[in-house]
């Protein structure tokens, strides 16, 4: 994920800290982001381009995101779009929102689903939490190659990032909102 300085320079803030985020993490073990800057994809941001901020007329409904489910809530189906692409060309990863969760609306959301986007094994995980509060419980193999487990409560705004072959499985959450981004090796 090495970057030129005058690309690095130009891009938001939040993609910055999500990429210093997974230089550290991918790979190697769960990590929570705690960003300084709001993701605009995911928050009360006003995505019509219309400009007057009343979101009106352009809302979001669950066939903005194929597969996501409703994506009321704060999900900005362009800046989705947007942010998967810069992610993308910024780690050179397959880089796809695979679904807006709401935890404790349907048995076994948040259980260890079966990942399988990505040939010969499961994507990573970045969870960006949207709405409510989440306990997360991983487990998985460490870097040592000793199963080790891995729990945090992710509050909105926060990401979570699971590595390849853990599996993960939400706590107490109802209502509660989080999208599923998943990162594969290489680009499609």
């Known amino acids: 994920m090495d970057m030129p300085e005058e690309a690095w320079e130009r891009e938001a803030p939040h993609l910055r800290e999500i990429v210093l985020f997974l230089s550290v993490h ?40 194929a597969g996501a489910g409703p994506t009321g ?5 362009a800046q989705v779009d947007r942010f998967t692409a810069e992610l993308a060309s910024l780690t050179g990863l397959s880089v ?16 260890d689903a079966a990942w399988t986007g990505q040939a010969g094994g499961r994507e990573h995980l970045l969870i960006q939490q949207i709405a409510g509060a989440v306990t997360w419980q991983l487990t998985g193999t460490g870097e040592s190659g000793r199963s080790e487990s891995f ?16 599996s993960r499985r939400c706590v107490g959450a109802p209502e509660a909102r989080y999208a599923v981004i998943c990162l594969g090796d290489e680009r499609d």
């Open 96 to 111: 796809r929102l695979d679904r807006v969760e709401t935890a404790g609306t349907v048995p076994g959301v948040g259980v």
């Open 151 to 166: 729990q945090c409560r992710l509050l909105p705004g926060e990401l979570l990032y699971v590595p390849a072959r853990w």
């Open 26 to 65: 991918l790979d190697r073990a769960p990590g929570v982001l705690w960003p300084e800057y709001d993701n605009p994809a995911f928050g009360d941001v006003d995505d019509t381009g219309d400009g007057d901020g009343t979101g009106d007329g352009d809302d979001a409904d669950e066939s903005d995101i």
């Open 73 to 77: 809530g704060g999900v900005c189906p």
